[in-house]
């Protein structure tokens, strides 16, 4: 089993629509929770960090995490066709080689006109 | 705009041809890595690097070898590429903490025929 699900889409919304992204984990040990966002031919950039459960907003973005429910989202506002993108949920921890983090396979947004 | 810059962007290269896959960052971070990403696939940590001299493998099995001989530079190198080395190759680097993301760089798509 993989330490971290992340729902595949790939995802097609219109402009302006709310995006939810979602990803579930198996291990309590995970202490930061990110959201990457890649554009095409890209590296990722990092978008949102969190390292406690509830909501943290930025802008049209907002990152929940449910560490009961090892569940977390990104919810995307108002979106954009610049918000086409793969985004990536990435998860940290200490380990005995330092911190350390896993991601989700990506999910790949396109908003359309 | 990262200051973590990645050459080649793409390389068509022969089987059992030596490359080396050049990595550099311009700040000052003591912590590297190589990570490979193939379609639909979660990224893979191949090597790592905490500082000068320091490497270390990663989770996925790999036959590149990288090196450290300076904090901004960390290349990777295949001895005898082949073709299941066909993928994503993408270098980061971080500061200590897990409240840092990471900062990837463009990557590099390596294709061996």
């Known amino acids: 089993q993989k330490e971290v699900e992340q729902d595949p889409g790939p995802l097609s919304v219109p402009e302006g629509a709310i995006v939810s992204l979602n990803c579930t984990y198996s291990n309590s040990a995970f202490q930061y929770f990110m959201w990457y966002r890649q554009y095409s031919r890209k590296g990722p950039e990092l978008l949102m960090y969190t390292y406690s459960s509830g909501n943290k907003e930025d802008g049209r973005f907002t990152a929940q995490v449910d560490k009961s429910s090892k569940y977390i989202s990104l919810f995307i506002r108002d979106s954009q066709p610049s918000d086409s993108a793969t985004y990536l949920c990435a998860l940290g921890r200490l380990t005995g080689g330092g911190n350390k983090l896993t991601f989700g396979t990506g999910t790949q947004l396109k908003v359309e006109l | 705009e990262a200051d973590i810059y990645q050459t080649p962007r793409y390389l068509v290269i022969g089987t059992g041809k030596k490359i080396t896959l050049e990595c550099s960052q311009t700040m000052g971070h003591d912590k590297m890595y190589w990570y490979q990403q193939d379609p639909g696939m979660e990224l893979h940590l191949i090597h790592y690097?905490?500082?000068?001299?320091?490497?270390e493998k990663g989770d996925l099995s790999s036959e590149s070898t990288v090196s450290r001989i300076r904090t901004e530079h960390f290349p990777l190198t295949l001895e005898s590429a082949r073709p299941s080395h066909t993928s994503q190759y993408l270098c980061?680097?971080?500061?200590?903490?897990?409240?840092?993301?990471?900062?990837f760089g463009s990557g590099t798509r390596l294709t061996v025929v």
């Open positions: 980061a680097s971080s500061v200590p903490g897990l409240n840092y993301g990471y900062t």
């Open positions: 690097s905490y500082g000068v001299n320091s490497t």
